[in-house]
């Protein structure tokens, strides 16, 4: 009987680079656009934040699968690529948004920020093509961790980015922008020179249409699918309106019932989520072998 496929260690790391180097720009964003947006917009309501904070996840939300498949017609490399250009550009329009205090264009950067950030399930077909069965909770585990050090270091890259500028106390600096627009290109010319394609000829889809919903149907009425799905829901929800309000709350000052933060402080504290996030995603790397993925995920979810 032939060897099973070895899992290819190299590509693995090139993804994981890219993927965390592009992260480090979500980072630096994610804790200052709440309290950015509470300086361009005088809605006492909370919708256009709500609104603001939403139209990222919306157009991940709507993307996400068509990016999907199209890597299944074109291959997993043009779309990652595909998706760190755009991180460039939209991350670099964040730091204008920032300069001008223009509501529109934050909206603008932060949507298209959304669709390019939506090839992170294409970042997981790729390290489900290049890994094996057993190895590969391993090799998802490395996803999360890019998200956990891009959380840890991204916004200490925006606090230094602000101190560095001597903007440490300016409301809208531009410069955390432009530093994630930076790091994306750095992301964009590692996965242009060393990212090969993972996607196999033989393992193109004859179904060419862009979205399938017989597919998804298909996948649904699968016990697990759904299940998993819905964990994924509710713990996102939760995650998404603890990021949302968490740093108004620190930044607005104590006598309006908030801690007082600066804007640096502010960011050391996402620092120290984003390295308990790592730790978290470390433990799984490691118990992966000695635990199943159900006991994992249950696990997770009772923590």
Do not use: C
Request: glycine share 12%; hydrophobic share 50%.
């Amino acid at each position: 009987m032939a060897d099973a496929p070895k899992t290819k260690r190299g590509p693995l790391l090139v993804v994981f680079l890219a993927v965390f180097i592009d992260l480090l720009g979500f980072g630096i964003v994610l804790p200052l656009l709440p309290i950015y947006a509470k300086y361009i917009t005088t809605d006492s309501s909370g919708m256009v934040l709500g609104l603001l904070m939403a139209s990222y996840s919306a157009m991940q939300f709507l993307f996400a699968p068509l990016w999907g498949r199209l890597s299944d017609r074109i291959g997993r490399r043009p779309v990652l690529m595909l998706g760190l250009a755009g991180s460039v550009v939209f991350y670099a329009l964040f730091g204008v948004a920032s300069q001008l205090s223009s509501l529109t264009w934050m909206f603008v950067s932060r949507i298209g920020a959304g669709i390019a950030g939506a090839t992170i399930p294409t970042a997981q077909a790729y390290i489900a093509d290049t890994t094996t069965k057993e190895n590969r909770a391993r090799g998802m585990a490395l996803i999360g961790a890019a998200f956990g050090l891009g959380f840890t270091f991204g916004p200490l890259l925006a606090a230094t980015a602000l101190i560095s500028s001597g903007e440490a106390q300016a409301h809208l600096s531009p410069w955390p922008g432009f530093t994630a627009s930076i790091l994306s290109a750095g992301a964009l010319l590692l996965a242009f020179f060393k990212l090969p394609e993972s996607l196999k000829p033989d393992s193109l889809p004859a179904e060419r249409r862009l979205l399938n919903l017989s597919g998804l149907r298909t996948a649904l009425s699968i016990p697990t699918v759904g299940t998993l799905l819905l964990i994924s829901f509710v713990s996102i929800l939760a995650f998404s309106g603890f990021e949302s309000v968490l740093s108004i709350l620190l930044k607005t000052e104590k006598a309006q019932g908030g801690f007082g933060y600066g804007l640096v402080e502010v960011l050391m504290l996402y620092a120290g989520l984003g390295f308990m996030h790592a730790l978290a995603q470390g433990m799984v790397r490691g118990m992966s072998s000695r635990m199943s993925e159900t006991r994992l995920a249950t696990g997770g979810a009772t923590v």
